[in-house]
């Protein structure tokens, strides 16, 4: 039985919850690197359907995931508008911003099509080999997309936004019109490939201070995304991201995307979130990082406070590249015993 796909749809509670984590397919791993290496750079590396599959499965293949994710990234939506994008070593990711004009839908299928061949495939061989674990499709949501975009690099400051919205405010939401509707036909693109569930990533949601920029900005483009997705795949569920948002808005944001699950970061205490919604999270990638007790015990308070409640373990932010893949190991022995 596919244990993430049942807690979202059914809100089943399992007896050892089901557990995947961010960044899974990704430097930490020997192998990734191997591949990555023989790869070139990493767009040739999420563009090539083949390898990209080979990545996605390998943290299957290791410890036997529950959930695998496509090896992609967020900012391809961008790269299918049109925007120049390269990822640099020791940099992270640039993009041009001199593009930001020209964007536009026209191919946005030439380089869609590549990545779900990349679903496609993993989901065959999910099929055949791990019929217990559930494909994972993604995409930024259109508020961290746009912060990339607009800001032209992926440090964690995002000041051109801010400027644009108070600028150019009626640019800024055709950019985020593009991003909405580009994601619409990426995601249902990845739903016709085989991703069982859709996670929207908006890691930068919490740089929003005002409510009402909130819901212009994160709420509504989230909500004009699922509803779009789900005319044509009313059953797929949604696991929304909005990391750093203050509680007091989390509920806000689960009534009016009509997400199905909520992924959470570290900086918040599950067991707060009172709405009835399926949680996924949110252990410190930090004590992964350094494993060893502090790690089991945090392990286990996570477990003790989603008792009996429909729930997904994961990590509160992706997996740090410098953790030792052994931790990871630990981690799933203390869930897998003590539940
Ligand atoms: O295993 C998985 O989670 C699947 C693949 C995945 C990647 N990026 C691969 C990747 C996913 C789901 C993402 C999402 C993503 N990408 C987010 C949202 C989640 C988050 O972490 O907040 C964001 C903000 C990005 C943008 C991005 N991509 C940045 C800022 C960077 C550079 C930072 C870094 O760690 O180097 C990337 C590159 C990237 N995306 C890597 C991987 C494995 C590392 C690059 C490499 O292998 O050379």
Not at 214 to 234: D, H, L, N, S
Not at 251 to 263: C, K, R, W
Request: aromatic letters at 8%.
């Amino acid at each position: 039985m596919k244990s993430i796909l049942n807690t979202l749809r059914n809100k089943s509670v399992c007896p050892v919850p089901p557990v995947w984590i961010m960044r899974q397919a990704g430097r930490y791993l020997p192998e990734y690197r191997e591949v990555r290496a023989q790869a070139g750079s990493f767009l040739d590396l999420a563009y090539n359907p083949d390898l990209a599959a080979e990545v996605t499965l390998q943290p299957v293949r290791r410890y036997g995931m529950d959930g695998a994710i496509l090896f992609s990234d967020i900012l391809i939506v961008p790269h299918a508008l049109g925007q120049g994008l390269e990822f640099r070593a020791g940099e992270g990711p640039v993009l041009d911003t001199n593009d930001l004009k020209d964007l536009s839908l026209e191919n946005v299928n030439d380089k869609f099509s590549q990545i779900c061949k990349t679903v496609f495939k993993v989901r065959q061989a999910l099929d055949n080999q791990h019929p217990q674990t559930t494909m994972i499709g993604f995409s930024g949501s259109p508020w961290t997309v746009a912060c990339y975009m607009i800001q032209g690099h992926g440090k964690s400051s995002f000041p051109a936004i801010f400027e644009m919205m108070d600028r150019d405010p009626d640019f800024l939401d055709h950019v985020i019109d593009l991003i909405v509707d580009a994601s619409i036909v990426y995601l249902k693109g990845q739903a016709e490939a085989g991703a069982e569930v859709l996670k929207l990533f908006d890691s930068w949601a919490g740089l929003i201070e005002d409510k009402s920029q909130f819901e212009k900005y994160v709420i509504i483009p989230t909500q004009r995304i699922i509803e779009g997705v789900k005319q044509t795949y009313p059953d797929i569920p949604f696991m929304g991201f909005p990391r750093h948002v203050p509680l007091e808005w989390i509920e806000a944001y689960v009534i009016q995307t009509g997400t199905d699950g909520l992924a959470v970061g570290e900086d918040i205490k599950m067991s707060d979130i009172k709405s009835d919604i399926v949680l996924q999270g949110n252990l410190d990638n930090q004590l992964l990082l350094e494993g060893g007790q502090a790690l089991e015990k945090s392990v286990k308070d996570i477990l003790n406070e989603m008792e009996g409640r429909p729930f997904i373990f994961n990590l509160g932010h992706g997996v740090i590249k410098e953790t030792d893949p052994a931790h990871v190991q630990q981690m799933l022995d203390v869930i897998r015993q003590n539940s």
